[in-house]
């Protein structure tokens, strides 16, 4: 696998040298493979925030280098600006960051930023649109008369309308209903396949990382102290409690169920899952 974007011992040091410093970031190495779809989790404060920021550009390291392409993005202004063109960030709540007085002018403001001509700002405009499911006829409205999970997805729209070939979004569901959720989740993973984009996302839910990502990156206390596919770190299940952030439930009972020497499939992360998982046992017992 080719590596996208990678950090190299990246520190990133809030208010240093006052007494209010703080080390968000602490000799961190990432690595975000092209075409993958990553998940990263971490408690609150972690530092997961500030590790998205600096994989575009938005925040500077304190030391370290941070590299998209094999290069680093701080080698000149123009890389540091095409970086932040590639590496499209979503940020948490992103529809309080609507502004335009219409849906249109909110998605076409990046690609106008990046100069497109008017033909290509349409087509771009139309098309991301399309992909988190709005309709033309919104396009028009003010965002302001949009519901919550509309909203969202035109902030979404508006940084996939520079067809960036990594797309990071920091908490995309939060706050939304179990259908605007999966409807979010369709629509990234959409993207991720129509554009084989490297999509990165930051979530409190186990569960839904779980479902989704091919390989969940933890963020403890300024570090990553391990990574892997979901089985790999789901099975840190006592290290990851202390992180006060835990496993899945199902693979909660899984695990035990190993433990007691149940021979059940441990990458089992939801209810129907679990249901098939079961079903399977019974019927190698020839109890069904
Ligand atoms: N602008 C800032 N100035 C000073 N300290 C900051 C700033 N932003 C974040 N921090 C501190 O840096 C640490 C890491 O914060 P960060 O926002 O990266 O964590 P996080 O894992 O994204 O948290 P959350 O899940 O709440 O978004 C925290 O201790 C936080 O208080």
Known sequence: MEPIIQTEKLCHTYSAGTPFERFALVDVDF?????????????????????????????????????????????????????????????????????????????????KNMKLDDGEIDRR???????????????????????????????????????????????????????????????????????????IIVSHSMEEVARTVDRLVVVDDARIPFSGTPREVFAHEEELVAMGLGVPQVTRVFHRLRRLGVDVDDTVYTMEQA?????DVLKRKGAV
């Open 275 to 279: 249901k098939a998982a079961f079903l």
């Open 31 to 111: 690595t975000a493979y092209r075409g993958e779809y990553l998940g990263i989790i971490g408690h609150t404060g972690s530092g997961k925030s500030t590790l998205i920021q600096h994989l575009n550009g938005l925040l500077k390291p304190t030391s370290g280098r941070v590299l998209f392409e094999g290069q680093d993005i701080w080698e000149s202004k123009e890389r540091t600006r095409q970086t932040r063109f590639q590496v499209g960030l979503v940020f948490q709540y992103p529809e309080y960051q609507l502004f335009e007085e219409t849906v249109y002018k909110d998605i076409a403001f990046g690609p």
């Open 125 to 199: 405009v139309r098309q991301s649109a399309e992909f988190v499911g709005l309709g033309p006829e919104i396009l028009e409205q003010s965002p302001f008369e949009l519901s919550g999970g509309q909203k969202r997805r035109v902030a979404i729209a508006g940084v996939i309308a520079m067809e960036p070939s990594v797309l990071i979004l920091d908490e995309p569901t939060a706050g939304l209903d179990p259908v605007g959720v999966s409807d979010i989740l369709r629509n990234i993973h959409d993207y991720h396949v129509a554009k084989n984009a490297t999509i």
